[in-house]
Nanobody
C-alpha cells in the first residue's frame, strides 16, 4: 500500500516557475514508477510526466516537454515536478501517482496507475 501527499501548489504569474513535491509512505519506494497528472475544470485527468524507479528515465507529455522536469530522491521517498515558463493553460490540480511494473510507453492514462494523492492546485494568472 502506498500513500501519497502532494505539496507546493499555489498562484503564480505567467512565465514563472514552481516546484511541486510528493512524499510517499511506501516501504519499498524504489519498486514504484512515479508519475504526475493534472486535471483542469471540465477536462479529464491527463498525463504530465513519469519517472522510472531509479530516476534514470523520464517521459513527458508533449504539452510540457522542454518546460517541466520530473525528478525523485529515493532516500527521501519524494518525487518532484519542476515547472518552468508556466502559462495559464497549465492551471490545474496536479496529482502524484505510483505504479508497479516497467516501461509501457512514453505516455500513460490514469488507468495505468494504482495509487493516487489528493492533488495540489496550481493556478497561473496571465
Amino acid at each position: 500500500q502506498v500513500q501519497l501527499a502532494e505539496s507546493g501548489g499555489g498562484l503564480v504569474q505567467a512565465g514563472d516557475s514552481l516546484r511541486v513535491s510528493c512524499e510517499a509512505s511506501a516501504r519499498y519506494f524504489t519498486a514504484y514508477r512515479m508519475g504526475w497528472f493534472r486535471q483542469s475544470p471540465g477536462k479529464g485527468r491527463e498525463f504530465v510526466a513519469e519517472i522510472s524507479q531509479s530516476g534514470e528515465n523520464q517521459y513527458y507529455a508533449d504539452a510540457v516537454k522542454g518546460r517541466f522536469i520530473i525528478s525523485r530522491v529515493n532516500d527521501k521517498n519524494t518525487v518532484f515536478l519542476e515547472m518552468n515558463r508556466l502559462n495559464p493553460e497549465d492551471t490545474a490540480v496536479y496529482y502524484c501517482a505510483a505504479r508497479l511494473g516497467g516501461y509501457k510507453g512514453d505516455t500513460y492514462s490514469q488507468n495505468d496507475y494504482e495509487y493516487w494523492g489528493h492533488g495540489t492546485q496550481v493556478t497561473v494568472s496571465s
